[in-house]
């Protein structure tokens, strides 16, 4: 035991000769580290660091054909190192001359001091923005006797413009980082500081990552003079800035500018798709803004003013509106109403025209119709029928279950829920839950009670982009890509998935072609609701929705898809309070459709009757 | 004679010394790194060099009661103070807070924050000791080897949990003792992993073919050496070879799956696989550039340039010895290290010269613990390590670590003191 112990004794030895050693090993690095190696001491005591974030250059955005549609211009900030600029301004003998530097920024002394404290709260030793987007007269001026400012100097970053002046609502605007942004951004990604810019809305806000690039530094020494010495370190503490991703959108700017001017003076929205891609080719919103307005120093009271007016410019109503969809409705209700097998394109059901119970007819046409002749006619009773005999289909064994499934189709039609696909601020719309009835009405109600939603209305709620992409889904004759506004990067990296996956909702084709024909009657068809808009070298196809709403006249609605073979385009229309569909919407839906295939439109009285035409709102000024 | 009176000749003055000089360096080591203009004075308890002060003090109240305790409570205590924390580790899985992707802080409220690992390596320190030191306990037994390997590892896989792998790591320190108190096949431990590291190190430089080459190369020439002189151990030297084999096989794989995206990054920079100075590398080369810049003897009390213009990422916790760097110089640097030396040789000296196995045992235990600690955070600041997020034992900013690193070395002295009187 005893021996045994004095050979472990020994073993102290080893442990104190690892310690010691290590301990000489890190003398020796530090040695070489900070006495040998001369490459860490250039920097001159009196010389201080300032550190210039180098600001990427947004991506740019263009639409489908390579037209530009944002660019960016440069503006300054002036920036300032509180620590080097209080030296100054605490020096007795040399003083920092604050009253000329006020007047030249057009500034009043407790502004100066205003501005200072929040440079100083946000950090003593880091630059701050001072003041952001310095006019160019300013800049010239100040930019000439900076030298007298230590701490003091001018950052170059961009704006955006936009020559074109349309598309607001879709390209979005990018702004200062608001409070609550950063503190997100510090608990993620962190990589944001105070007075950086990033996307507040539209595909600013969408592809903030890929347009915003990666900021860059570099590290300039700065003598007592405030001149900047060169770069520290010959540069080695530098970072590159890297140019943010350009996108080139699915829209077309010709077709949108063509769909703005013809919004001129109604409200609503024109939503175009492109249907063998789910690309938007219009997104138009009426009424909207000059993108322009909500750039520079100014952008804050624009947006005070436009969010101040009656007529609401900065929503987005193609997303945000959720209108009564009407009689386009239809659509929807028969293709689940066929897929069920509840009825078939030969049923045919009672219409008593206008003396039609429990719903009446608004449109005089023969009895009893059958599938063709109900959807040309838009026949009312027809519908309501149909959606009967759905939710009271015997194999779904109860009225509830037969309501749920009838709710779950609308749900893989994409009605009552968002796409989520790069359109920020969407809104879902509503088609009621079956446990909303059984609330509202204490579990008694039948396909009599909800039969408003037969006919598109009553609760029923969508968007603009959600009726477009049913007149896509019939188009396609079946299924849909989820309507995005990105057709690719500048750098040709993959866009999201979503955006690529073809959705099916389960509704056999056939149905959908019936369907498609049955749309083509409206145009083409003797009693065709749409008949006067008729092209003879486009076959267009297309539904009119008339639709109560509590807000006054009808709202005019319209989906439409052209050529029936292979369509080249799908869209919806909703002109608010424009009475019937076939008034506003289906000239509006069909000009579009001649615009983008033809590339012209030939009917110009049609043409100017539509962008002249105004509809008087209750709201306007 | 009184022991209270007795206590203050019998401790040993020389570790107090070198404990007090290394706080009061890190304490303005930390003043300097955080200074702030509108904030002068050193006393300002709303800065984090205030707050240090107050735990300086917590620190020395705590470990001057530890002195006036009673030497046998902390060995008949010590595996009750070990399940204390590792009870703690466990509420810390449970309702722990993350910070920087480990889950390792206990939030008490009025924005005091526990970190019960820094904590946890003294009660195992403890329980070791404990229970080596029973009579009955042969480290040459199996069961006992056992016993004694899971009192360091039940810990160390509970901190691995958390994500907190810069800790988990301080665990292995725990080697020193074992193989101190003979536990059979630590020294092979040892030179195993020092080649371990060695392999891993040349298979990531020079790939996996080149390794095989020479490992085959190696081969050959052991073998003809052994087929010639017909020696013995000719199936433990091909054994050992088939390890190494298998070893350099499995790096690729254990770098790729086992090890996070940072740990492969922070290895690749340190191997100069990976030049990304503003990237991964950025804490590193930052930190060099301080430390490197400081000179012989420092740009000065206050005057560091590179800390004081948060270059140094975590400049007051984990880089901590970039401000000691830059401010003291070579000079300052060089010290610190010295004072670090200094204080393991003392404690294994000092646990050399203890009758009972306990105190022995738990001296070399927190000379292990201290080392790794000084070896892998001052290795990280000038490049020899990769970045592992561990504080520097009395230096670094941080009341949990304060507190423990003072307890377990009052603990210590106060075992010294008493250790005449153990017979």
Redesign the interface.
Known sequence: MRT?NNI??N??L???G???T??V???I???L???V?K???Q?A?NNA?R?VTQYPARGKVYDRNGNLLVFNEAVYDLMVVP?QAMEKIKDTVNPFDTIMFCHLLEIDKESFIDRMDKA?KES???PSPFMTQVSKENYAHIAEVLYRFPGFYFQTRTVRHYPNAIAAHTLGDIGEISKNELDKDKEGENYYRQGDYIGKSGIEKSYEKELRGVKG?KVMMVDVHNREMGSF?EG??D?EPVAGKDIYLGLDSELQAYGEKLMVGKIGSIVAVEPSTGQILAFVTSPTYDPNLLVGRDRGKHYKELEADPMKPLLNRAISGTYPPGSTFKTVVGLIAMQSGSITPATCFHCSGQASMPIKCTHSHGSSPDFANAIMNSCNPYFYESFKATINNPKFGGIKEGYQYWKDMTYKLGLGRKFDTDIPYERKGNIPEREYYDKMYNGQWNSVTIRSLGIGQGEVLVTPLQLCNIAALIANEGYYYPPHLIKCFGDSTAIPEVMTTKVDPGIDPKHVRTMKNGLRTVFSGPAGTARRYELKDIPQCGKTGTAQNPHGNYHSNFIAFAPIDNPKIALAVIIENGGYGATWAAPIASLMIEKYIRGYTVREDLEKRMMEGRISYKNER | MNERNSIIGKIDWLTILIYFALVIIGWFSIFSAKY???HPSIFDLSQVYGKQLIWIGASLLIGFVILLVDAKFFNAFSLWIYFFFLASLFVVLVYGKATKGATSWIDLGAGVKFQPSEFAKMGTALALAGYLGRLDVDLQKRKNQIIAALIVLAPMALVLLQNDTGSAIVFVSFI?VL????FPGTGLVMVGGILAILLFVLTLVWSQTIMYIILGSLLVVFLTYYLITKKKGLVKMLAVFACMFVFVFSVDYAFNKVLQEHQRNRILVLLGQLDD??GVGYNVHQS??A??????SG?GFLQG?QT????VPEQHTDFIFCTV?EEG??MG??IV??L??AL??RI?VL??RQRSTFSRVYG?SI?GIL?VHV?IN??MT?G?VPVIGIPLPFLSYGGSSMLAFTMMLAIFVKQDANRLNIL
């Open positions: 045994s472990l004794t073993r102290k080893l442990v104190m690892i310690f010691i290590i301990g090993v890190f003398i690095r530090l040695f580290l900070q006495v190696d490459h860490y001491k920097l005591d660091l550190f620590r100083k003593y030793f880091k530094l370190m080695e503490l970072k | 702030d203009e509108m020193f193989y101190r108190e003979g100075p503003q060099k550039i430390i490197g810049s400081g000179g012989f740009k340039t004081k213009y948060d270059f760097g110089g070579f640097t060089a290290v010295l670090y030396v393991l040789v294994i646990a050399e070399y000379a080392f070896a001052i290795g000038i020899l």
